[in-house]
T-cell receptor, first 112, second 112 residues
Framework: QKEVEQDPGPLSVPEGAIVSLNCTYS??????FMWYRQYSRKGPELLMY????GNKEDGRFTAQVDKSSKYISLFIRDSQPSDSATYLC????????????FGKGTRLSVIA | NAGVMQNPRHLVRRRGQEARLRCSPV?????VYWYRQLPEEGLKFMVY????????ESGMPKERFSAEFPKEGPSILRIQQVVRGDSAAYFC??????????FGNGTRLTVT
């Protein structure tokens, strides 16, 4: 079983829809959870950074972490064509600078 | 305020040649990470360095690959005697202590 599982999609939604992106993981040692957005031929860009269980909201984006289920989510409200990208979940064990473990990424298309 | 700078953006090498990929971290960031991304795959960790030290190279192939982050100058990922399977996008990221990673836009290596 991979440490981090993420459905690669592709996911296609109409403009204005609520998008739900998810990852599951197997290692309970993961403590810090991140979502990155990657446009074609660009580097990943940090969207959300959360510690342990709970919710975090930033504008149209909400990140949720459920450590008991080993499940994290990213919600995008009022999706825009400019949100079309690949979304990568990432996580790390403990504090410090241990390397991030990434999911494969979900490709999202928002259709105008 | 420059982000992580990687060069070259594109690199073409024939089988058996050497590839050198450079990464200048965000000013003030003392931690550098190298990741590799294959088509339809997530980011795979290769190596984590601090100035003049390799902290974790558990993701680096044992042969032909090496990395350094000297006291002065950029971090270098070096691939000797490249093979077709080395063709990928190589991303560098940097961070201050205990913080998320900031990525560059990558170097796309093509081995012919």
């Amino acid at each position: 079983q991979k440490e981090v599982e993420q459905d690669p999609g592709p996911l296609s939604v109409p403009e204005g829809a609520i998008v739900s992106l998810n990852c599951t993981y197997s290692n309970s040692a993961f403590q810090y959870f991140m979502w990155y957005r990657q446009y074609s031929r660009k580097g990943p860009e940090l969207l959300m950074y959360t510690y342990s269980s709970g919710n975090k909201e930033d504008g149209r984006f909400t990140a949720q972490v459920d450590k008991s289920s080993k499940y994290i989510s990213l919600f995008i409200r009022d999706s825009q064509p400019s949100d079309s990208a690949t979304y990568l979940c990432a996580m790390r064990k403990g504090a410090g600078n241990t390397p991030l473990v990434f999911g494969k990424g979900t490709r999202l298309s928002v259709i105008a | 305020n420059a982000g992580v700078m990687q060069n070259p953006r594109h690199l073409v090498r024939r089988r058996g040649q050497e590839a050198r990929l450079r990464c200048s971290p965000v000013k003030g960031h003392s931690h550098v990470y190298w990741y590799r991304q294959l088509p339809e795959e997530g980011l795979k960790f290769m190596v984590y360095l601090q100035k003049e030290n390799i902290i974790d190279e558990s993701g680096m192939p044992k042969e032909r690959f090496s990395a350094e982050f000297p006291k002065e100058g950029p971090s270098i990922l070096r691939i000797q005697q490249v093979v077709r399977g080395d063709s990928a996008a190589y991303f560098c990221a940097s961070s201050p202590p205990n913080s998320p990673l900031h990525f560059g836009n990558g170097t796309r290596l093509t081995v012919t």
